[in-house]
């Protein structure tokens, strides 16, 4: 009779495709892509609704895109592009390195969370600066409008100097 070799036990996992687990999380790359189009739709003054109305979505799939809780198809990113007038490239635009490295297959879903609280911290991210670059090109003035862009950079200037002597004490 045949010697039957013994054969150890490998444990197969199936390969996933596209999307992440469940419980994974959004993707970083959506959250970027999401909180593109919100900064975008909120510099041209656009809620929510407006956007879901233009899209014929609700405002609540509008909130699910913008913080990258569902993902954004090609043909509406190309949709959203055309209300909000960028180009589709913009939503990948200033991208982080390590976000962009981010594929399914190298994605360490242990680290979600701290690209989400790093989105948080963000300046660029903040509803405060967002109003306060639309109100500054509100003005008019170009010259104004100038004059503000050189105040703002000297005040910045002037508490950067005086953190630097604080520390020096």
Do not use: C, W
């Amino acid at each position: 009779m045949a010697e039957v070799a013994e054969v150890a036990e490998v444990q197969v996992t199936p390969a996933r495709r596209g999307r992440r687990g469940r419980r994974a999380g959004p993707h970083p790359v959506d959250i970027h892509v999401g909180s593109r189009v919100r900064m975008r739709r909120t510099l041209l003054g656009m809620s929510q609704e407006k956007l879901g109305d233009a899209l014929a979505l609700t405002f609540q799939q509008v909130q699910k895109y913008e913080r990258g809780a569902n993902r954004v198809g090609a043909s509406r990113l190309f949709e959203i592009s055309q209300i909000l007038d960028v180009p589709v490239s913009f939503f990948f635009e200033e991208m982080s390195p390590e976000t962009a490295a981010l594929t399914p297959h190298s994605v360490d879903t242990t680290g979600v969370p701290e690209l989400s609280e790093a989105y948080e911290r963000d300046p660029l991210a903040k509803r405060e600066t967002l109003e306060l670059v639309r109100a500054y090109y509100r003005i008019g003035d170009p010259r104004v409008r100038k004059r503000m862009f050189e105040l703002t950079k000297a005040v910045a200037s002037s508490s950067d100097a005086n953190s630097d002597a604080n520390s020096d004490v």
